[in-house]
């Protein structure tokens, strides 16, 4: 194993004892246990994921998307999740900032 493997696990590891991950992994485990609203859940993700990398995204298409799901986003499991998810996905952006900042990455 070469010294860059080595220390991108002993990262993977670092990453693991965060709170923003175990808060994240135990929600992730929480939402498992139910696999249809686990699967609402990934359909409200992939909708979210489309229209947000769309270039022709109207303001009148988020209001309805947001008007959609708000019920949805109010069981306390899916806002629960959502939270975790985006905490553990902004450290991430975080990190990735950092490491192409500090190589100087263009």
Known sequence: ??????AVEDFI???METDEYKEY???RNKVKQYPELKAQIDEYRR???LMQTREDTA???IDQFEREYED???IPLVADFLAAEL???RMIQRINIRITEAVHFE
Not at 1 to 6: A, G, L, Q, T
């Open 13 to 15: 590891a670092v990453i």
């Open 72 to 74: 949805f986003r109010e």
């Open 59 to 61: 303001f009148e298409m």
């Open 87 to 89: 905490a553990f996905c």
């Open 47 to 49: 909708r979210n994921y």
């Open 25 to 27: 992994d135990a929600q």
């Open 1 to 6: 194993m070469s010294k860059i493997d080595r």
